[in-house]
């Protein structure tokens, strides 16, 4: 069956694609009495809460008010218009450390202001969400990336077709990962999927199999046809890390690699899918697929 929405999009940013103009309103979730008014204008039956600052720079949880301050002016507009049936709300896998996996959805423990706010988010939703009657989706995406992403996965991509990116040592790192267009498929069909199957439920989406990175890597760097990868000893990235480490200490921001970060990189990970698996089916695209669109994407935004 073929489910069709009239979409408004809130934000604080224009939308990267122009044809996106018209479903655009410029407000922010900080804006308590602009996010209430438009809610009571526009009156969704369903809402998906993707607004956020996601970045991991930020020293204390409060750096991230958009993550809490803004999910509870949301509820609260949801509650004034009085007619939203289901709401989504994107957290993150970073409730939990990387390579911790949660016995229970309430099992937290991050290690970044980043995820602290992301617990203290899914609270809110927990306290708040029963004063509306509405159903509410803890969505738990993993690291995503395809067409029209940016940040680290970007980069990622492009330092391999520069030639630029390394293999860290010979170790087999497993993380899970989500190629963008699963994880829409997956958000759509929690819109969609019966209150018995998702309501005050979490669900992790992305795709299902952890990826090998060093598999990955290669991967992407055939289809590009760039330079076969080369391999770091790890003494040496531990090294480079050690000056990160100093740099980011001395006030600097973006540093390539620091120690965090290595460790970040050689920390497997694995989270439970079962209940995602049961609900979504079977995922829309492989990996080939998926690293196929984003390379044509690259190459058509000239990146």
């Known amino acids: 069956m073929v489910h069709k929405h009239e979409v408004v999009s809130l934000d604080v940013n224009p939308p990267r694609l122009k044809s996106h103009v018209t479903f655009w309103r410029d407000v922010s979730l900080l804006d308590e009495y602009g996010t209430s008014q438009l809610l009571k204008e526009v009156r969704p039956d369903y809402v998906i809460h993707a607004a956020a600052r996601t970045d991991l720079d930020g020293r204390s949880s409060n750096e991230y008010a958009v993550n809490t301050t803004g999910t509870l002016n949301l509820i609260n507009a949801m509650e004034t218009a009085g007619s939203v049936r289901r709401a989504l709300f994107i957290s993150s896998m970073l409730v939990c450390r990387n390579g911790y996996s949660p016995s229970d959805d309430l099992d937290y423990c991050p290690n970044t202001a980043y995820g602290e706010s992301k617990v203290e988010m899914e609270r809110i939703i927990r306290e708040r969400i029963g004063l509306t009657r509405t159903e509410f989706v803890i969505v738990r995406p993993t690291s995503v990336w395809g067409p029209w992403f940016s940040g680290p996965y970007l980069q ?38 019966n209150s018995d199957d998702c309501a005050s439920s979490v669900f992790y989406v992305g795709d299902y199999s952890e990826y090998i990175v060093r598999e990955w890597a290669d991967s992407v760097q055939r289809e590009l046809g760039a330079r076969r990868i080369r391999t770091v000893p790890l003494p040496v990235l531990k090294a480079i890390a050690a000056v990160g480490d100093v740099l980011d200490s001395l006030g600097w921001r973006r540093v390539p690699l620091t120690s965090f970060r290595l460790t970040n990189m050689l920390t497997n990970n694995s989270l439970p899918y079962e209940k995602s698996v049961r609900v979504f089916g079977p995922l829309d695209y492989s990996v080939t697929d998926g690293i196929r669109w984003t390379i044509a994407w690259i190459d058509k935004q000239a990146l």
């Open 156 to 193: 990622f991509l492009l330092m391999i077709r520069r030639g630029l990116y390394v293999h860290p040592g010979r170790i087999q790192v497993k993380k899970q990962f989500a190629y963008v267009g699963n994880v829409v498929g997956q958000m759509l069909k929690l819109i969609n999927a």
